[in-house]
């Protein structure tokens, strides 16, 4: 995969037959087998990685034996439903749609939000359109804060400086999504006796851009393993619709259009695969430079950055510490996804 010790931009090469058979084996050996659940449940939101979970997931399991349940709320982007039902359509799973709004009304996710949004900019009413963004990673090492971008129904956009804890608590509320997603996820794997699925690439999993107790909760994660690169890929050769391949990743959950990049990676994911499959590698920054056409000293600002990352993230990843008094015996840690999915009798 590479030469001389310099990185290749086919290091990620992949056969994507022999890839989705081993998937499709493990998903129908560990749902089948290992949980004795009778199926699968997939969040699908019309992005990529969903795409990708649901076509395997009908492949191992049986189209009849997937749900695609398709969670949209007031913020998703206005083709987001259309794309979720194509992907379902697609690959001849039966699908369900749970609009999210109204129990987020409820729970004050919206409210909350907005309140923390008013500390930075007191002007902002809910009819505005919002997204928070990070400054960029190369040719600087100026410290990166991020940023509210705000824009009034018929006016310009205006950034302004979010302080950390107007931060926190608009990152707080919008993890309301995630949550309430997963709960109804759970619902259906529960009425059904099916697993969840869960749709992390492998940038989302080591870098930590999940919610812990949202998407980052699942019985099952069958492309955790995979760079994104790879999962574009496996998409290709699975016959997801060009829709859904050629659709810029995006976070879907502010009422502004933003990418993944711009709110977290803070660069593309072609790039970071590479850095990351390098920083993987024990590579230097000089090896991998000209493979991904930036300088040393910027391949290792990415490096720090991964770095950092799995540093400030690494606690999402762990399971729940159970603590015993003097002399009791200490039992396994049991992780969250393991207590939700051994709740209930298999059928």
């Given at each position: 995969?590479?030469?001389?010790?310099?990185?290749?931009?086919?290091?990620?090469?992949?056969?994507?037959?022999?890839?989705?058979?081993?998937?499709?084996?493990?998903?129908?050996?560990?749902?089948?087998?290992?949980?004795?659940?009778?199926?699968?449940?997939?969040?699908?939101?019309?992005?990529?990685?969903?795409?990708?979970?649901?076509?395997?997931?009908?492949?191992?399991?049986?189209?009849?034996?997937?749900?695609?349940?398709?969670?949209?709320?007031?913020?998703?982007?206005?083709?987001?439903?259309?794309?979720?039902?194509?992907?379902?359509?697609?690959?001849?799973?039966?699908?369900?749609?749970?609009?999210?709004?109204?129990?987020?009304?409820?729970?004050?996710?919206?409210?909350?939000?907005?309140?923390?949004?008013?500390?930075?900019?007191?002007?902002?009413?809910?009819?505005?359109?919002?997204?928070?963004?990070?400054?960029?990673?190369?040719?600087?090492?100026?410290?990166?804060?991020?940023?509210?971008?705000?824009?009034?129904?018929?006016?310009?956009?205006?950034?302004?400086?979010?302080?950390?804890?107007?931060?926190?608590?608009?990152?707080a509320a919008t993890n309301f999504k995630q949550r309430t997603r997963k709960m109804l996820e759970y619902f259906h794997a529960d009425r059904l006796g099916y697993a969840v699925?869960?749709?992390?690439?492998?940038?989302?999993?080591?870098?930590?851009?999940?919610?812990?107790?949202?998407?980052?909760?699942a019985d099952v994660k069958p492309i955790a393993h995979l760079y994104k690169t790879q999962v574009y890929r496996l998409a290709e050769h699975l016959g997801i619709p060009a829709?859904?391949?050629?659709?810029?990743?995006?976070?879907?959950?502010?009422?502004?259009?933003?990418?993944?990049?711009?709110?977290?990676?803070?660069?593309?994911?072609?790039?970071?695969?590479?850095?990351?499959?390098?920083?993987?590698?024990?590579?230097?920054?000089?090896?991998?430079?000209?493979?991904?056409?930036?300088?040393?000293?910027?391949?290792?600002?990415?490096?720090?950055?991964?770095?950092?990352?799995?540093?400030?993230?690494?606690?999402?990843?762990?399971?729940?510490?159970?603590?015993?008094?003097?002399?009791?015996?200490?039992?396994?840690?049991?992780?969250?996804?393991?207590?939700?999915?051994?709740?209930?009798?298999?059928?």
């Amino acid at each position: 995969m590479q030469a001389a010790g310099l990185l290749s931009r086919a290091a990620l090469e992949i056969d994507a037959e022999q890839v989705t058979a081993q998937i499709v084996h493990d998903l129908r050996e560990v749902v089948h087998g290992e949980l004795r659940r009778r199926g699968g449940v997939v969040a699908v939101s019309g992005g990529i990685d969903s795409a990708v979970v649901v076509a395997l997931c009908a492949r191992a399991l049986g189209p009849e034996a997937v749900l695609a349940v398709l969670m949209p709320e007031r913020d998703s982007a206005g083709d987001t439903l259309a794309l979720s039902r194509l992907v379902a359509d697609s690959v001849g799973v039966p699908s369900l749609v749970e609009e999210i709004s109204e129990p987020l009304e409820a729970i004050g996710c919206y409210r909350r939000r907005d309140e923390a949004i008013r500390a930075a900019l007191p002007e902002y009413t809910p009819e505005w359109g919002i997204k928070i963004v990070l400054p960029g990673l190369l040719g600087s090492d100026r410290l990166r804060l991020f940023s509210l971008v705000a824009r009034p129904p018929g006016g310009e956009e205006r950034t302004v400086r979010l302080p950390a804890a107007a931060y926190s608590a608009i990152v707080a509320a919008t993890n309301f999504k995630q949550r309430t997603r997963k709960m109804l996820e759970y619902f259906h794997a529960d009425r059904l006796g099916y697993a969840v699925v869960g749709t992390p690439n492998r940038l989302e999993h080591d870098q930590g851009f999940f919610v812990k107790g949202g998407d980052g909760l699942a019985d099952v994660k069958p492309i955790a393993h995979l760079y994104k690169t790879q999962v574009y890929r496996l998409a290709e050769h699975l016959g997801i619709p060009a829709e859904i391949r050629e659709r810029p990743p995006t976070t879907d959950t502010y009422s502004l259009p933003q990418s993944q990049s711009e709110f977290f990676f803070s660069i593309d994911h072609e790039t970071l695969d590479l850095c990351l499959y390098a920083r993987n590698e024990g590579l230097s920054p000089e090896a991998v430079a000209p493979a991904v056409g930036l300088s040393a000293e910027d391949v290792r600002r990415v490096f720090d950055d991964i770095d950092g990352k799995r540093r400030a993230t690494r606690y999402l990843h762990l399971p729940a510490r159970l603590l015993t008094g003097p002399g009791a015996a200490a039992p396994g840690a049991i992780g969250e996804a393991g207590a939700a999915s051994g709740a209930q009798p298999s059928p």
